[in-house]
């Protein structure tokens, strides 16, 4: 079974839809994070937590919200999704704080269309 | 602020060859941690490489290896005897050690495509 899971993998909507994406891990890492990757601009980060009682923004977090309901679950939310959030979008995780060295662990990814 | 460059948006290869992706990254930090990922069609996010900053023997695993230039703010991806599986998007990232946040600062990708 995969470590790090996120449904639905892909998702069309209409903009001014409300939309969740899900992710949950089984490698029992207490810090997770949300990317989007847009073509010719990377991966860039929306929110981080470090554990159930402390998310963060990142660079890109308008237009977001997230939710750690577990330490083994992280919502992302679009409240009303618009077209230029049509995107893939990653979940991953890492380890302790002091475990910068194993990098972090990619969920397999959510293709978001929005029309 | 810390950013990752990848000069090279598209690169092909020859089965059985040598190539070098390029990356360069702008940091003031001396403490901080350099991946390459690869992602396949498949869409999955793929670690292939990791250094320390403070390490400056270059990193290597079985046909991937890799040239830190600390100096020159400078990791670039070797991949040796390139395999039609190599077939991928890479992406460098850069994470700062020092911050206590552990976040990634990507590159915007090098899409490499293996010929046969």
């Known amino acids: 079974d995969a470590d790090v899971t996120q449904t639905p993998r892909n998702r069309i909507t209409k903009t001014g839809k409300r939309i969740m994406l899900e992710c949950s891990q089984t490698k029992g890492h207490d810090r997770m994070y949300w990317y989007r990757q847009d073509p010719g601009l990377g991966l860039r980060l929306i929110y981080y937590?470090?554990?159930?009682?402390?998310?963060n923004k990142g660079e890109i977090s308008d237009g977001y919200s997230v939710s750690r309901q577990a330490q083994a679950k992280f919502s992302l939310s679009l409240e009303s999704a618009i077209p230029n959030q049509t995107a893939l979008y990653f979940c991953a995780t890492s380890e302790k704080r002091d475990s910068p060295w194993l990098g972090q662990f990619f969920g397999p990814g959510t293709r978001l269309t929005v029309l | 602020a810390q950013t990752v460059t990848q000069s090279q948006p598209e690169m092909s290869v020859q089965e059985a060859e040598t190539v070098t992706l390029s990356c360069t990254y702008d940091t003031s930090e001396n403490n901080y941690y350099l991946f390459w990922y690869k992602q396949p069609p498949s869409r999955q996010m793929i670690l292939v490489i990791r250094q320390e900053a403070y390490k400056q023997q270059n990193a290597t695993e079985n046909r991937f290896s890799v040239n830190f230039q600390k100096a020159a703010k400078s990791f670039s991806l070797k991949i040796s005897d390139s395999q039609l599986g190599d077939t991928a998007m890479y992406f460098c990232a850069f994470m700062p050690g020092t911050s206590g946040t552990y976040k990634y600062i990507f590159g915007t990708g090098t899409r490499l495509k293996v010929l046969a």
């Open positions: 937590s470090f554990d159930v009682k402390d998310i």
